[in-house]
């Protein structure tokens, strides 16, 4: 007998945080597979923690929502860092972006190649995702399931439970380790048939985040990161990003008054604190006369620029109705002056501004 | 409690860095060393205790500390347990 018979199979399941790919891995562990699962870090994750900076968010929980999920099903979980590898992913989709910044399809392709050597190098047997035909416009779409089991070389040992009797049959059926009976038909935008199963699996908790789990599929976001590739490009850069430069377009209100600098207002205190520890890298600024924001500056602003900078900080603190307050400039160096300025009423506030 | 075989300093970093940068730290030390890792991200409270518990290392210490401008730091010290984050 094929050894591949007689000893308990194991899947990897990739775990976004979402209730789809818990009952995806739940369905199969009922079957009396070994699951462990995978997440993976790109950088544009929506997390509880990044929108924890804000105050509004305060009471959401602070937590890594894959990690929880993964602790509700009893199973491990790793996470893995990707951002690096991810640019090729963003900066050059094969199929192309959706309808805003969101390479959907050359995500998923990439997300289930990446599980699929984990599993090789592991020993694990195949693979689970938590796709729904007729989902997500772009990459769950009967047309697109064929093609992510195929580019990512995964082929029939891609296992999607939740929508497995529409597909063709996999290896692990074959194999007789799982049983297509106990495999779902779910399809379509309706989240009914998935809260039904939750409560079937007694899982009366889990994260729903609007819009998906990804910033990319965010417009205001996916304008902010179409913004800091023209400024590269202005100045003679290539769309390469960092980590640093990602997360910032997460923060604040963002401004560009002129091609050469923009300006990011903290909109809050947890902002504010946030962005504090950028302040060595950048020009910041911050009133002294009168409660308010963090201002941080990125670019190559001008003197000029810098005092509308200032105006600009002031138009958003506490100060905005005096007739002048004093704002501390420090700039690269880590020389830091005072400006003396009115603040910018708001009608001079260009929309054409706004990112 | 034992001597700290190595300090992670985790500051600035956002969810789920942290977490990662500490699984890849304890992967590489061995079994009962120690490991101290400074946080600034409020979700490490919750994310590493449960990533402890799910492998099974010694969480010898979790608390918050002021720091000297005012801000708060998350420091947690783990012993690496026997069962190896496979």
Redesign the interface.
Known sequence: MNPENIKQPKAVALISGGLDSMLAARVIMEQGVHVEGI?F?TGF?V????Q?IRNQDKNK????N???A??QLGI??????IVEEYKDVLLKPKHGYGQHMNPCLDCKIFMVRKAKQWADE?GFDFIITGEVIGQRPMSQRKATMPIIAKESDVGSRLVRPLCAKFLPETYPEKMGWIDRNKMHDISGRSRKPQMALAEKFAIDEYAQPAGGCCMLTNEHYSKKLVDLWQAKAANNQTRDYT?DDI?MLKIGRHFRPKENFKVIISRDEGES?FL??YRSEFTWLELTSHDGPLTIVDGHPTEEDLLLAARMTARYSQGRDADTVEVQLTTLDGVSKILNVEPLPADEVLPQWHI | MSEITQTLNARRLLCPMPLIRTQNAIKKLQFGEILEVICTDPGTEYDIPTWCRMYEHKLLLQEQRETVDEMVEYCFVIEKGNKEAE
């Open positions: 997440n870090y994750c997390e509880g923690h990044t924890a929980p602070k937590r890594n894959a990690l929880w993964a602790e491990k979980l790793h996470i893995i860092d592991n980590l997360i604190n504090r520890g």
